[in-house]
């Protein structure tokens, strides 16, 4: 008899969860009828519960019937918002640019130039995979800077920007150490100078250099003899290089270690040549 009550008092709670959740649903649906005010409304109460998916569907009603109204921009807004709470950031990053591009007047324009630039932010993947999105976000933030010098967004969009530029020096750096791993000397010193060019603030650029100078010697080593002297002399050019802007870098024993067989390999060539 208590297991009996017991399963009718949980199907009783079971109903009664159902009924509220069934009328909150319906307090919050659209409806044929509903004015574009009341249609807001009910969405941007899915937007306040965190219902972000329904919110974006109730957004995209709100601008189909209020085309031209101060709710439609309002509802574009809050669709990208919506759309990039809910991590659907490729969405989100084009109701974002829409909404700067329709809205130029806009007191929240800057924001969502700076918010499109985050959705790229988001969709940068880690530094062994393709890095366009990483480039779309280090272009989003660089535009949002020159547009807006003087915003209080400014220092984290060149925090951003800094930390992505140090992925990509990560990703062109290692693609020089795969090439050394398989014995592609030349490729991996070309990767190193990519590095060293592109991102010669990060730490990744010091590096570079100290093992292209290895590169240059590794390359001029498994070289016919006579090339073997112009390849050493480039781990020279790199190491003198190396001293210029690494005076203190944190591999200079290394980088002088491959200078000095650099130096023997020139001079084995030179002795080679003349007798």
């Known amino acids: 008899m208590i ?3 017991t399963k009718i008092q949980t199907l009783a709670v079971f109903g009664l969860t159902a009924a509220i959740l069934s009328a909150c649903a319906s307090g919050t649906t659209i409806r044929p009828g509903d004015s574009v005010d009341e249609a807001f409304e009910k ?36 669709l990208a918002k919506s759309y990039y709470n809910n991590n659907q950031f490729q969405i989100a990053a084009s109701e974002f640019q829409r909404y700067s591009a329709s809205h130029p007047r806009s007191e929240r324009r800057t924001e969502a ?9 988001n969709l940068s993947p880690r530094y062994q995979l393709d890095q366009s999105d990483t480039h779309r976000a280090i272009e989003r ?29 990560k990703k062109n750096y290692h693609a020089g150490r795969f090439y050394m791993q398989i014995s592609e000397f030349e490729a ?11 991102y010669p603030e990060t730490k990744w650029a010091e590096r570079a250099l100290a093992d292209q ?11 016919i003899e006579e090339r073997q002297e112009e390849r050493y002399q480039k781990a020279v050019e790199s190491f003198e290089r190396y001293l210029q802007i690494f005076p203190r870098g944190e591999n200079r024993e290394r980088a002088e270690r491959y200078h000095q067989r650099a130096l023997d390999g020139i001079s084995d060539a030179e002795g080679l040549a003349s007798s």
């Open 188 to 198: 991996a010193a070309i990767y190193f100078e990519e590095t060293i060019d592109n």
């Open 113 to 121: 130039q700076f918010m499109e630039a985050m959705c790229y932010y």
């Open 141 to 169: 933030f660089q535009l949002f800077i020159e547009r807006n010098p003087d915003d209080e967004l400014r220092a984290d969009a060149e925090e951003k920007v800094d930390e992505l530029r140090k992925k990509l020096a």
């Open 3 to 5: 297991n009996k009550l």
């Open 213 to 223: 100078i290895q590169a240059y010697v590794r390359y001029a080593d498994n070289s």
């Open 43 to 78: 969405s941007m109460e899915l937007y306040e519960n965190e219902r972000y998916g329904d919110a974006a569907d109730a957004f995209e009603t709100v601008l189909s019937i209020g085309r031209g109204t101060e709710y439609a921009r309002d509802a574009q807004y809050y």
